[in-house]
């Protein structure tokens, strides 16, 4: 499902009984793809992007992933709407405060960006870093994920 946004053209796609993808660049739907998750995904994305909503309740599964990308992607669902935190408090919470990096490559592989807030975690200097493959584009999107979830952080600057 292909949508228009305050963030630009968004695309979804989902399996039979989940949400599998959020896209900020066009990908393919699922032909068995369920109709009634799509709707009810851009429904609860537009309040979201309109500041109604705080939190998703779609049904939404990993089809890709590598066990330790699960373990990121999960542990992001632990930040508060609202606030932020850094790859390395991301890192500590699961027990490798080395992996920085790799927490990185697994914000940069989240399937269902939005959905799986990894615009929630920022450097540890405070500054935007890396979003949806460190575009221009993407971070200027965490920026404004961010100020709509909390528009005192409209003062982090960009990397």
Not at 135 to 156: S, Y
Request: aromatic fraction near 8%; hydrophobic fraction near 35%; charge should be neutral.
């Amino acid at each position: 499902m292909k949508f228009e946004s305050s963030l630009g053209t968004l695309w979804l796609n989902a399996n039979q009984t989940a949400l599998t993808h959020v896209s900020y660049t066009a990908i393919d739907e699922t032909p068995l793809a369920n109709q009634e998750i799509l709707q009810s995904t851009k429904k609860q994305l537009l309040e979201f992007l309109s500041g109604k909503r705080k939190s998703f309740d779609v049904p939404y599964t990993f089809e890709l992933g590598t066990d330790f990308q699960k373990e990121v992607w999960s542990t992001l669902m632990t930040i508060p709407y609202g606030e932020t935190c850094s790859y390395l408090d991301i890192a500590e919470s699961i027990r490798r405060p080395k992996a920085v990096r790799a927490i990185g490559q697994a914000n940069r592989n989240n399937p269902l960006p939005i959905i799986i807030p990894c615009h929630r975690v920022i450097g540890k200097n405070g500054k935007l870093v890396g979003y949806s493959g460190s575009t221009e584009k993407g971070l200027t999107i965490k920026e404004q994920l961010l100020a709509i979830e909390n528009p005192v952080l409209q003062e982090i600057t960009l990397f």
